[in-house]
């Protein structure tokens, strides 16, 4: 097309008339691709909840780049962590067996993705911390990700609470994690209340109301240690981790996921922290 044809097109009236077909092909040709994945999900994967899937080569990378300015550690000792767990076939037989025995591999894949839980794992490998606090142990696969961190470290403890008596099928039975896992039942505010030892790194996973978040990170506050780090599993939602970051004097970052060939357009992680 000719420059001063296409200058008359777009000065015409008549534009938005003239974009219908080719606005309409972009939609169509957009939809088309969401809907073959949509289906690809329906007819071959089993997961109904809290999905499992790779991140694209480059959203693993911006990870990658988000956890060493959290950690503030070089990128390439981030990109060892992300191998570490990634390449741990022992770990995925271990979950596969856990799952069997409870009868329930059903509502799993047959190869088990971390997507956005690499990042709390490198986290933690290079953070070492003591204590971490998460809410919302759903099956357990999170939970894992953390201990098989905190076993790497040789040394910390992490306490899961969920309201669900079923929680943690992947772990309660596997005496690997006795060590390091304490499991709570109940109300996460709750129970945030009655912690008194410091906590350095919380990842709030639970009820994804913005209320029931706000709330969390109010009754965990005052537990934080100085260079304690926040997690949210929310952010990319509520604008609760950014306005208590703002009011507690801390950073605020977020990324956001991008899985690899599937619907879902991902979640993230809304990060708080300090700056030693």
């Not at 080569?57 to 300015?69: I, K, P, Y």
């Not at 809410?135 to 669900?164: F, P, Q, W, Y």
């Not at 350095?200 to 780090?229: Q, T």
């Given at each position: 097309m000719r420059p001063k044809t296409r200058d008359k097109i777009l000065r015409s009236r008549l534009l938005p008339l003239i974009l219908i077909p080719v606005r309409s092909r972009i939609a169509i040709v957009t939809s088309v691709r969401y809907l073959a994945k949509v289906l690809t999900w329906l007819f071959k994967s089993r997961e109904f909840a809290n999905y499992s899937y790779r991140l694209t080569g480059n959203n693993r990378a911006q990870l990658v780049g988000f956890v060493s300015v959290v950690t503030q550690c070089p990128a390439e000792e981030i990109e060892t962590y992300f191998d570490e767990l990634e390449d741990d076939d022992h770990l995925r037989k271990r979950i596969d067996v856990e799952l069997r025995r409870n009868k329930r591999r059903r509502e799993f894949d047959s190869e088990i993705s971390y997507g956005r839980r690499l990042g709390w794992y490198a986290i933690i490998r290079a953070l070492e911390p003591s204590i971490v606090v998460e809410t919302g142990t759903e099956k357990g696969l999170g939970s894992v990700v953390i201990a098989e961190a905190l076993l790497r470290n040789g040394s910390?403890?992490?306490?899961?609470?969920?309201?669900?008596?079923?929680?943690?099928?992947?772990?309660?039975?596997?005496?690997?994690?006795?060590?390091?896992?304490?499991r709570v039942i109940g109300d996460s505010v709750e129970q945030?209340?009655?912690?008194?030892?410091p906590v350095d790194l919380f990842i709030h996973d639970s009820d994804h109301s913005a209320e029931h978040e706000r709330e969390e990170l109010l009754a965990v506050a005052r537990?934080?240690?100085?260079?304690?780090?926040?997690?949210?599993?929310?952010?990319?939602?509520?604008?609760?981790?950014?306005?208590?970051?703002?009011?507690?004097?801390?950073?605020?970052?977020?990324?956001?996921?991008?899985p690899e060939s599937h619907w879902y357009p991902g979640a993230g992680i809304g990060c708080a922290w300090s700056f030693k």
């Amino acid at each position: 097309m000719r420059p001063k044809t296409r200058d008359k097109i777009l000065r015409s009236r008549l534009l938005p008339l003239i974009l219908i077909p080719v606005r309409s092909r972009i939609a169509i040709v957009t939809s088309v691709r969401y809907l073959a994945k949509v289906l690809t999900w329906l007819f071959k994967s089993r997961e109904f909840a809290n999905y499992s899937y790779r991140l694209t080569g480059n959203n693993r990378a911006q990870l990658v780049g988000f956890v060493s300015v959290v950690t503030q550690c070089p990128a390439e000792e981030i990109e060892t962590y992300f191998d570490e767990l990634e390449d741990d076939d022992h770990l995925r037989k271990r979950i596969d067996v856990e799952l069997r025995r409870n009868k329930r591999r059903r509502e799993f894949d047959s190869e088990i993705s971390y997507g956005r839980r690499l990042g709390w794992y490198a986290i933690i490998r290079a953070l070492e911390p003591s204590i971490v606090v998460e809410t919302g142990t759903e099956k357990g696969l999170g939970s894992v990700v953390i201990a098989e961190a905190l076993l790497r470290n040789g040394s910390g403890r992490l306490i899961t609470i969920d309201i669900e008596e079923s929680s943690g099928l992947i772990f309660k039975e596997a005496s690997r994690y006795d060590s390091v896992i304490q499991r709570v039942i109940g109300d996460s505010v709750e129970q945030i209340r009655l912690l008194s030892m410091p906590v350095d790194l919380f990842i709030h996973d639970s009820d994804h109301s913005a209320e029931h978040e706000r709330e969390e990170l109010l009754a965990v506050a005052r537990l934080m240690s100085p260079g304690g780090v926040v997690l949210s599993d929310n952010s990319h939602v509520t604008p609760e981790l950014a306005e208590w970051s703002r009011a507690n004097d801390r950073q605020f970052l977020f990324f956001r996921e991008e899985p690899e060939s599937h619907w879902y357009p991902g979640a993230g992680i809304g990060c708080a922290w300090s700056f030693k």
